[in-house]
């Protein structure tokens, strides 16, 4: 994952919640561009803290069953407050409804105690090798072995992280 919006999970819980946190900082690459005079997090890497948030709660519930999970659809997003590097940017997803192809999730990003962005997001849930080919199979394989490397980095760096992935 080239952005990683998130630092590290404080909670997990399957089929409930998640909360992670990502600290802003000024070395980014895309703050150079956004904005040079005053440098915030754009309001579409806000969205993908949430999105990647939303992902790590889905594995954990489902063992990682879907290799690949996709931004589907977007619901009454708001941008409320700008993050600025030094900010903590703490995101918590709760578990709506889910069926068989998408996961919908009520998700938001705090700076404090200050809202920065909230919405509804739905995720679809997809495997590459569901029609049998081996090849894609191997992948998905792939990316279920990459995805748990990651969130056991990402769950060791929150002290107090508990999850049943």
């Known amino acids: 994952m080239r952005y990683r ?20 900082h000024e070395n980014e690459d895309y703050l150079r561009d956004h ?29 990682f069953e879907h290799s690949m999970l996709t931004l589907d659809e977007v619901r009454n997003v708001k941008f409320a407050d700008f993050m600025q590097p030094g900010q903590v940017l703490t995101v918590t997803v709760e578990w709506d409804k889910s069926d068989e192809n998408t996961v919908k999730v009520k998700a938001q990003g705090m700076r404090g105690d200050v809202v920065a962005v909230s919405g509804r997001l739905v995720i679809g ?16 394989e792939f990316a279920r072995s990459t995805m748990r490397q990651e969130i056991e980095q990402l769950i060791a760096k929150g002290s107090s992280a508990t999850a049943g992935a």
């Open 125 to 140: 849930k997809r495997n590459l090798g569901s029609h049998g080919d081996a090849q894609l199979q191997a992948a998905d």
């Open 35 to 63: 904005f040079p005079l005053f440098p915030v997090m754009p309001g579409v890497m806000m969205l993908e803290a949430l999105f990647q948030a939303s992902m790590w709660l889905i594995h954990a519930t489902d063992n």
């Open 5 to 24: 919006q998130l630092d590290k999970i404080i909670e997990l819980v399957p089929g409930e919640r998640i909360v992670a946190t990502r600290q802003l």
